[in-house]
């Protein structure tokens, strides 16, 4: 990735689901106003040798686990969000790559997050109410993911 002296704005993404080129919709369409929750985190064990000379441990890496992801949008009213976890609820394997790629200023592509074998975990509805506030009707898709790669598309 190029060298910045300011960090990229956080506004400027394109969550794709499924396997497509970039700039298309993919196998789920709509526009995503959030994505949230890309981590992962390694696991170490403790080990110590009987006859090590000092009285410590060492840490051991072992196995490593993908972190939840949230991705929010506006009811659009395509069912497919629903339709990949109602799938899923009655048991068919359907797991998706999902890339999210951040962009610059002039919507050039600087990097991003692959999900590998992602799945749906849990939806949530809108939030409904009669006072006529203004505020969109929201949708959200928690997915779990066996993997997360970052990658920097920037030269």
Same mark, same amino acid.
């Given at each position: 990735m190029a060298t910045r002296t300011n960090p990229y704005g956080a506004f400027n993404?394109?969550?794709q689901l499924g396997n497509?080129? $970039?700039g298309q919709e993919g196998d789920i369409g709509g526009g995503f106003s959030d994505f949230s929750g890309a981590g992962n985190e390694v696991k170490f064990s403790e080990y110590r040798n009987g006859n090590d000379q000092f009285n410590h441990v060492r840490k051991? $890496?072992?196995t490593n686990t993908t972190d939840d992801v949230t991705l929010k949008r506006g009811i659009i009213g395509d069912l497919r969000l629903f339709q990949w976890i109602a799938d899923t609820r009655r048991g068919l394997y359907l797991p998706l790559t999902v890339t999210v790629t951040l962009h610059d200023e002039g919507h050039a592509p600087v990097c991003s997050w692959r999900l590998n074998q992602a799945?749906?975990?849990k939806w949530v509805g809108p939030?409904?109410?009669?006072k006529g506030g203004g505020e969109v009707a929201m949708e959200e898709l928690h997915l779990v993911a066996e993997s997360i790669d970052f990658?920097?598309?920037?030269s």
């Open positions: 993404f394109l969550v497509t080129s $970039a051991i $890496a072992n799945q749906p975990k939030t409904l109410q009669g990658l920097s598309l920037s």
